[in-house]
């Protein structure tokens, strides 16, 4: 059966519009499916994030290929070099954030055979943040709305606050019942994959600002993780 990207693309810059955004909303509904297979302990749902990230490679691939077709074959001012660069970036992010729910799903079956605990709950709120963050940036990539780009690129400091207290959390579960070493493990790792998510749309967001300035988006980035260097208290 031939992928549904096999297809020849439109060609020309509004080709590669047109396949982000396919990437994009694909990429949101694996991290989507990601996390609601994490909640739910829905093993099937996480085998199919696992198996549906050939999709997103697949498309990552074809947009790059489209991207420096476009450069070998056509003259670009400015503003459209500017947009082919910045696609095959956001492209590289959304490959990455497709991989990190691959990672997420794959800790599912493991955390889904062992007692449930309060910090899955807490993992699972930091799950729809980062994924509100992510959503976010993709409607401001899509409208060009450059506001927004800055508001998900301010916000990524909450997530990791999130992140910092959910590894607190762990650590204390750990240290109060050993028999919950291993599942407590597996959530401090789902919980830096949404911590990771919201970086790459932190990304994006700075891969829109360039598109529609022509600028960096300058200033202190927001971080932060506290996670490596945390010593917990009890």
Known sequence: MASPF????PNGLAGLTIEISQMG????????DALNAFERRDI??????????????????QIEQNAVSILQ?????????REILTTIKIAAEL?????????????????????????????????????????????AYGSKNLMQAEAVWNADDEIDEMNNV??????????ADPALVTACTHLAFVAKNFERVGDHATNIAECV???????????DRPKGDETPTTAVSI
């Open 44 to 61: 099937a749902l996480a085998q199919k994030v696992r198996k549906n990230d050939e999709r997103i490679d697949e498309l990552h691939l």
């Open 209 to 219: 600002y360039f598109l529609l300035t022509g600028d960096q988006l300058v200033g």
């Open 95 to 139: 490959e990455r954030v497709g991989d990190l729910a691959k990672n997420i799903a794959k800790r599912t079956p493991v955390i889904s055979a062992t007692p449930e605990i309060h910090v899955v709950s807490g993992v699972v709120r930091m799950g729809r943040r980062s994924l509100l963050q992510f959503s976010d940036v993709l409607d």
């Open 25 to 32: 909303a694909l990429t949101e509904a694996q991290l989507n």
């Open 6 to 9: 096999s297809r020849k693309a």
């Open 166 to 175: 959910l590894f607190q959390d762990a650590l204390r579960a750990m240290m």
């Open 73 to 81: 074959s056509e003259r670009t001012d400015a503003s459209a070099l």
